[in-house]
């Protein structure tokens, strides 16, 4: 996630900084840097805004050639840093607390439009909750796709989760109202309500939304969004607080996001905060969305949200002895490579793919060879992009006796779930 967003900033700072700096540059430049920024999913008013304060620092100003760049980053992040500063601060798990000391349920409505990961984006919460000894009831409210109150079900029934529903066609704001009378008479200390994923043009579908507001009263309101919607996103966010002014957002699909713009523009045309960042299909994959880590991210001096989650599951789930073994393993391969192929090694650091370097050819051959199904996440990918590689410098053996036990058994392994993987290895790569 963030790494176009984080292009096109240092991109901006690079060019005035390899400039002997006049007035008549700073439009050109601005210019290169409004085009990354659309690019990166950043609104309009956020674009114009970082320009004007741009102007305004630089224009006129006598500066040394080699600061120039500190300062147009600093201002950059200053102006973005603002923007989350100018929000709301929220902390769920405390105001859960202080509601709970009164004996009534504290009630969460989440919207958003279908195909958002809104009802897995639910889960998540309940998830959380239930990891912060909170117990939770959930309102499937959303009577209208087809489908939902079934989706939802199954969510609860994983979870151990009670969940409030009615006939398909009933009244939302009934069967939110259901659930809260059940929580009440049973001392449940959260509520979770779906509601129908409604196209933000729809006024009908819309003042539903009003309804189930005014009857139920919810304590925080949520407006869940797809990061990889790009401006669309802010744009049915900028409609949906129009009619409901919702608390605070969470951007759903955020591992699979390569721009990180809508974070920013989001907050720029609601002022309300992103709480969270879904980062995984898990339950566990809800990340707290952190002001600092995201402009560290952005500027390139931290890890991502993903990547936090991901160092800490390795952490957690590996013990130190198949640890040192993996590292062994793929110390191995770099220096072996390195020997033969420092560029491809380098390249794949850079570019953040795993098999860059390593021909189209290769992949398919050694994945027709040994059976092999497309990598769930990054470190699978890392593993496999490893063995192609060795595999390359043995010389592309075809018979699978010459080749490694090792990749015989993970041969063996992967016809087994070949049957369940639609996506194929080169679809993986282009996402």
Not at 52 to 62: P, S
Not at 77 to 90: A, V
Not at 311 to 318: C, F, L, Q, R
Request: aromatic fraction near 6%; proline fraction near 2%.
């Amino acid at each position: 996630m963030f790494d176009k967003l984080r292009s096109a900033l240092s991109s901006a700072a690079k060019s005035f900084g390899q400039k002997e700096l006049k007035e008549k540059d700073i439009d050109g430049v601005l210019f290169e840097l409004e085009v990354a920024l659309m690019e990166s999913d950043v609104a309009t008013e956020v674009i114009d805004s970082l320009k004007a304060d741009l102007k305004k620092k630089l224009i006129g100003a006598t500066v040394e050639k080699e600061k120039i760049a500190e300062i147009v980053k600093q201002t950059l992040r200053q102006n973005i840093s603002n923007l989350f500063d100018n929000t709301k601060k929220i902390d769920i798990l405390s105001n859960i607390e202080k509601k709970k000391e009164t004996g009534e349920p504290y009630i969460i409505l989440f919207m958003g439009i279908n195909g958002t990961g809104k009802t897995t984006t639910i889960a998540k919460v309940a998830y959380l909750l239930q990891q912060n000894k909170l117990s939770v009831v959930i309102a499937a409210a959303d009577t209208y796709r087809a489908g939902a109150i079934e989706q939802l079900s199954e969510h609860a029934r994983r979870l151990n989760l009670k969940i409030i529903a009615q006939n398909y066609g009933s009244d939302p704001a009934a069967v939110a109202r259901d659930a809260v009378l059940y929580a009440k008479s049973h001392k449940i200390n959260c509520i979770l309500i779906d509601t129908a994923g409604r196209m933000q043009t729809s006024k009908n579908l819309m003042d539903q939304i009003s309804k189930i507001n005014k009857v139920v009263n919810p304590d925080l309101k949520f407006f869940v969004g797809d990061a990889l919607a790009g401006n669309d996103t802010v744009n049915q966010a900028r409609e949906f607080y129009q009619y409901t002014k919702f608390d605070g957002a969470i951007l759903a699909k955020s591992d699979a996001d390569a721009r990180g713009g809508a974070a920013i523009s989001i907050v720029k045309v609601t002022s309300t905060p992103i709480l969270y960042l879904g980062v995984g299909q898990e339950y566990k994959d809800l990340a707290s969305f952190d002001k600092e880590s995201f402009l560290d991210s952005i500027f390139g001096l931290g890890e991502t949200p993903l990547e936090q989650t991901q160092k800490s599951e390795i952490t957690s789930k590996d013990s130190e002895q198949n640890r040192s073994h993996r590292e062994e393993k793929l110390d191995e391969v770099i220096i072996t490579e390195n020997n033969s192929s420092q560029k491809s090694v380098s390249q794949a650091v850079t570019d953040k793919d795993p098999f860059s370097g390593i021909e189209t050819n290769d992949i398919q051959k050694y994945s027709q060879l040994f059976d092999t199904s497309p990598p769930e996440n990054d470190r699978e990918a890392m593993e496999l992009a490893s063995k192609i590689r060795a595999w390359v410098l043995k010389g592309r053996p075809t018979n699978i006796e010459e080749s490694s036990k090792e990749q015989q058994e993970d041969s063996l392994e992967q016809k087994d779930i070949k049957a369940k993987k639609k996506r194929s290895l080169f679809g993986w790569r282009s996402k």
